[in-house]
């Protein structure tokens, strides 16, 4: 699998983009219909392999097109808030998912209450 440059990437936006805007410089129409699907542009991005989303967070995986969202959810350098922030606490810690039970330990937990997070962890985050 060839890993695709942003040079690359930063062509295809400009490709999208060209396509879903252009009008005629005569009459101003749309030149591709605006709900019509490029089937041609999907399957060429569909054979090249993207970096993670997470790249800025140190993730070095490639993906394709369409496990980009699912591979990115997946992936330990994902980026998420701390869930007692939505519990009841106010904590504005965000980190990736392999530095939660740290955080969580660190900040949250008293040490009687081990083994009942430790299972709430699992249940949340397996």
Do not use: M
């Not at 009459?27 to 569909?46: K, Q, S, V, W, Y």
């Not at 504005?92 to 997070?117: C, M, Q, S």
């Amino acid at each position: 699998k060839r890993q695709a440059s942003l040079n690359e990437i930063h062509l295809l936006k400009v490709l999208i983009f060209l396509i879903f805007t252009l009008e005629c410089p005569v009459c101003g129409e749309d030149i591709f219909l605006p709900t019509g699907r490029n089937h041609a542009l999907e399957n060429i991005a569909a054979l090249i392999v993207y970096p993670c989303p997470n790249r800025e967070h140190g993730c070095k995986e490639a993906l394709r097109i369409d496990d980009e969202e699912t591979g990115a959810l997946k992936c330990g350098y994902s980026v998420i808030d701390c869930p007692f922030n939505n519990i009841s606490l106010v904590c504005v810690w965000k980190g990736p998912i392999a530095d939660l039970r740290k955080h969580l330990f660190k900040k949250h937990i008293n040490p009687l209450d081990y083994f009942e997070t430790n299972e709430i962890f699992e249940q949340l985050y397996p």
